[in-house]
């Protein structure tokens, strides 16, 4: 079955600075990898995805790089601020014309110095 | 509109007992996934539905989980009987048709002592 990888399990940056969380994934059927977003005592929220026909895709000050090849994928977040603050989790699904399960990563947790 | 729902938010209970957890996707939604999460594991896909028929119910870690979709608008996962390792959040999410993104629900903590 699928496995994603996800690294950093922590990442801490200061407000305003950029932070880049990586995942790799095992299976090259693979074709639809969102990305949640995750705060205290809350369900994950989708916040951006990208399927297989796309390298990259960019909604503000977030964007997700997709390299099928080397079968890794990345979230960008520019000019972070304080509620960027949470965990983040990487995901993984192969699906013809609609939903399939999910195999996500362990998640980062993202934290935001002032 | 309402997003998915889920109750109950929290439920506490003992070893051996029956548990329901229950939950309502967005309407017009033909998809619905249960996941569990735990501090070891992460985040689990345990079965998956489409038009109220079970797809895929490879991640029921044992015959002591089952889950129903009655109709499009209710689903439940029933633990029976419960151990303490069953402790966990557990998310229903739902997916409209021909869409692939999942929408997530609040979760149920469940605590087995």
């Known amino acids: 079955g699928e496995n994603v990888e996800q690294h950093p399990s922590t990442l801490s940056v200061q407000e305003g600075d950029s932070a880049v969380i990586k995942c790799t994934y095992s299976?090259?059927?693979?074709?639809?990898f969102p990305w949640y977003k995750q705060e205290l005592g809350k369900g994950p929220q989708l916040i951006i995805d990208?399927?297989?026909?796309?390298g990259e895709k960019k909604d503000q000050r977030i964007a997700v790089t997709l390299n099928k090849t080397a079968k890794h994928f990345s979230l960008h977040i520019t000019e972070t601020q304080p509620e960027d603050s949470a965990v983040y989790f990487c995901?993984?699904?192969?699906?013809?014309?609609?939903?399939?399960?999910?195999?996500f990563g362990k998640g980062t947790h993202l934290i935001i110095q002032p | 509109d309402a997003g998915v729902i889920q109750s109950p938010r929290h439920e506490v209970t003992e070893m051996g007992q029956e548990v329901t957890l229950r939950c309502k996707p967005i309407?017009?939604?033909?998809?619905l996934f249960w996941y569990r999460q735990t501090m070891m594991r992460g985040l689990e896909l345990l079965i998956y539905?489409?038009?109220?028929?079970?797809?895929?119910d490879s991640g029921m870690p044992e015959d002591r989980f089952s889950a129903k979709m009655p109709n499009a608008s209710f689903s439940t996962l029933k633990i029976q009987p419960s151990e303490p390792r069953d402790s966990a959040v557990y998310f229903c999410?739902?997916?409209?048709?021909?869409?692939?993104?999942?929408?997530f629900g609040p979760g149920t903590r469940l605590t087995v002592t």
């Open positions: 999410a739902s997916s409209p048709p021909g869409g692939r993104e999942q929408y």
């Open positions: 299976d090259s059927a693979s074709n639809y």
């Open positions: 990208i399927r297989s026909n796309v």
């Open positions: 995901a993984a699904s192969k699906a013809g014309g609609g939903a399939d399960g999910l195999t």
């Open positions: 309407s017009g939604h033909n998809s």
């Open positions: 539905f489409n038009n109220n028929v079970p797809i895929d």
